[in-house]
């Protein structure tokens, strides 16, 4: 079963840039549909980026439009989230999901393989 994997979460002053990987061992992502969604303590998990399968479309959420860029290298079978322009507000686990069909969108609930999540705080 597909197991995305996340990294690249640590901590960043606000202002700050960090960028999130996802890959998957022994599956090509180029053939799911990605979204990045992140989930700060006390809240619902939230949407943030997304990328089709297909064209490599993209879609954000109002919250990081401009700020963030997903993307693909499928030479390395990877998707990253750059995140630049942080804010306090963007502190929570963020969590690559996977699916088959090619552009899931920002709901969760339409994500059928999920990674474990790796944590960004932005502080001063």
């Known amino acids: 079963q597909l197991q995305p994997v996340e990294s690249g979460g640590g901590l960043v002053q606000p202002g700050g840039s960090l960028r999130l990987s996802c890959t998957a061992s022994?599956?090509?992502?180029?053939?799911?549909?990605i979204g990045w969604f992140r989930q700060a303590p006390g809240k619902d998990r939230e949407g943030v980026a997304c990328?089709?399968?297909?064209?490599?479309?993209?879609y954000y959420a109002d919250s990081v439009k401009g700020r963030f860029t997903i993307s693909r290298d499928s030479a390395k079978n990877t998707v990253y989230l750059q995140m630049n322009s942080l804010k306090l507000e963007d502190t929570a686990v963020y969590f690559c999901?996977?699916?088959?069909?090619?552009?899931?969108?920002?709901?969760?609930?339409?994500?059928?393989?999920w990674g474990r999540g790796t944590p960004v705080t932005v502080s001063s």
């Open positions: 990328i089709s399968s297909t064209d490599d479309s993209t």
């Open positions: 999901a996977a699916d088959p069909f090619h552009f899931p969108g920002l709901r969760a609930s339409k994500y059928d393989y």
């Open positions: 022994g599956f090509t992502l180029d053939y799911y549909g």
